[in-house]
């Protein structure tokens, strides 16, 4: 069997560092030995497959002066350590995700030399993210790397449609580069996630709608937005609206609800380990993202059976929600509009047996059937469908 790598920029916590390693669950179980790589990590508290290891690249980086402050360099400045792994282990492929992780990757494949076959995924829309005056190094730095880095592997992911589609226009990549895998979301583990019970006096029998937003208190994710959508759907009927995540949004996000007078029935609960369990009990899910890859947030919503609401934006949540059949689709930053179809949803029946089973066709092993055929051409073996 072969040796896969896997790079991200930190274990565990994570969209993507969550994503890779139910793809690391699956290769292992399919006999393939598995290293996790990022600059410094610690296991996820479940533990680790077995057939998979932790390695911390340069566990102390966090050490240096200045760097803890600018976390956004861990990777690059693994650099070395990542080129001394690949001489050191050569591993049959390595699978990276997030942008600077693709770098890096690239670079430290060439770098190292070799035969290790290299795929990048790419799980957020370039072109979206890189859009606004905030962004400004982005725009110029990362899309620059990319578009000398990227040509260079043997295939490169884009977790939806939307990402392929706006990766061929940015960068030189040949359509056959280029593939379309679906997020591997749906687990055992995280079905039984769903199930685990719920203390929280909101979800209590005969209390009021909770409205639920799983997402980092980013400008990205827009909760701004939502704030001003709740304030008014609290004018028509009662309500409140949880926020589970954490980030540098939260103090403007309290002073907008302070402001709105919606403070009292607003809860910013931060970080939470089992954010299934709140799907499973809520009205409503609501992503207001102004951009995004495939939101992984919102296929969990769907396998708990949450109705969905979501912002139309690029990338992934029409194609989740094939063009609006499993929960409705809004524009982005329309607070009127997220309103009325937060409140249309409140009021109309949903079939969440439906909305369960599109749910569970981003499945863990389908997705990792697909990765395995690109970082394995010439030697596959996983029992997964070809889905």
């Keep these: 069997m072969a040796r896969i790598a896997i790079l991200v920029s930190s274990w565990p916590r994570g969209a993507i560092q969550r994503l890779m390693l139910n793809l690391a669950a699956e290769f292992a179980a399919a006999g393939h030995r598995v290293d996790l790589l990022a600059p410094r990590g610690q296991p996820p508290a479940e533990g680790l497959p077995d057939g998979v290891r932790l390695l911390e690249l340069a566990p102390r980086l966090a050490s240096l002066p200045g760097v803890r402050r600018h976390k956004r360099w861990f990777v690059p400045l693994a650099l070395p350590a990542l080129v001394a792994y690949l001489g050191r282990e050569r591993p049959a492929a390595l ?3 997030g942008e600077w992780p693709n770098v890096v990757s690239l670079l430290g494949r060439r770098l190292a030399g070799g035969s290790t076959r290299m795929v990048v995924s790419e799980h957020i829309h370039v072109g979206a993210s890189t859009a606004g005056t905030a962004q400004r190094k982005r725009r110029h730095l990362l899309p620059w790397l990319m578009a000398r880095l990227y ?136 992503l207001s993202s102004a951009w995004e890859g495939l939101p992984t947030v919102l296929i969990e919503a769907l396998a708990c059976g949450c109705p969905v609401v979501s912002s139309d934006c690029p990338s992934g949540p029409r194609e989740i929600l094939d063009g609006g059949r499993y929960g409705r689709l809004t524009p982005v930053g ?54």
């Excluded at 001003?228 to 949004?249: H, S």
């Excluded at 403070?263 to 409503?284: E, T």
């Design 151 to 286: 040509p260079r592997a043997a295939a490169v992911v884009a977790v939806s449609e939307g990402v392929r589609q706006d990766l061929l226009a940015r960068f030189p990549l040949s359509p056959a580069q280029v593939h379309t895998i679906y997020n591997p979301v749906i687990t055992p583990a995280l079905l039984a996630a769903r199930d685990a019970p719920l203390d929280d006096p909101w979800f209590t029998p005969g209390a009021p709608p909770v409205l639920l937003n799983v997402a980092q208190l980013r400008v990205q994710k827009d909760q701004a937005t939502l704030l001003r959508a709740f304030a008014q759907i609290r004018q028509q009927r009662p309500a409140r609206l949880l926020i589970l995540g954490e980030g540098n949004q939260r103090g403007p996000l309290e002073t907008l609800a302070r402001e709105l007078g919606i403070a009292a029935d607003v809860r910013l609960a931060g970080f939470v380990p089992n954010p299934l369990a709140y799907m499973r009990r809520a009205a409503v899910f609501v």
């Design 95 to 97: 699978l990276s995700g």
């Design 334 to 387: 329309d607070a009127n509009t997220l309103a009325a179809a937060i409140v249309a949803n409140l009021h109309a029946p949903i079939n969440r047996v439906g909305l369960e089973e599109r749910g569970m066709a981003f499945s863990a092993a389908s997705a990792a059937g697909q990765y395995l055929r690109l970082l394995l051409p010439q030697s596959i073996n996983l029992s997964a469908p070809n889905s």
